[in-house]
């Protein structure tokens, strides 16, 4: 077959393959630092990252911003918590929202992992110019809001 029909799918060249593939390898790249340096896994290493920049959140919140599952997150911060790197208080005026922040031992372990998280982003990155980058920056700004757009009500 010499020409492909426009409506094949070429899941190799389909975008969201391609996003999720390269979303993966990054991530797993990453993955294996925080996991063999301090046995953290991606959705905890999430939590740890959005709770140290948006200290306070709930693990509602935290999924949200994340776009991690909800179940995700809370067996991650019932994970991080037992390992004394989360505290959960809870909300006076709402006692079933928590209120999550990073005890000293996760403090430490952001500030360790939060370099080489940006290291090896400019490791990926290298070879790739400014403006490059800066336009990859605008093209996946705009693919988000563009499926936000899509996809709500």
């Known amino acids: 077959m010499s020409e ?5 799918l070429i899941l190799e060249d389909f975008l969201p393959y391609r996003l999720a593939i390269l979303s993966h390898t990054v991530s797993s790249l990453i ?3 925080y996991d063999q340096r301090f046995g953290l896994t991606i959705p905890e290493w999430r939590v740890i990252a959005i709770v140290g920049r948006f200290p306070g959140l709930s693990a509602v919140e935290v999924a949200a911003r994340t776009m991690l599952d909800k179940v995700a997150v809370s067996r991650a911060v019932t994970k991080l918590i037992k390992a004394g790197r989360i505290d959960r208080e809870f909300a006076d005026a709402d006692r079933r929202r928590s209120i999550l922040t990073l ?5 430490k372990v952001h500030d360790e992992v939060a370099p080489l998280a940006l290291e090896m982003e400019a490791d990926i990155l290298h070879g790739l110019s400014d403006d490059q980058i800066e336009s990859l920056n605008i093209v996946i700004e705009r693919l988000l809001a563009r499926a936000r757009l899509i996809s709500s009500p």
Request: charged letters at 45%; a negative charge.
């Open 4 to 8: 492909q029909d426009d409506n094949t």
């Open 31 to 33: 993955a294996r630092v």
């Open 103 to 107: 005890s000293e031992e996760g403090r």
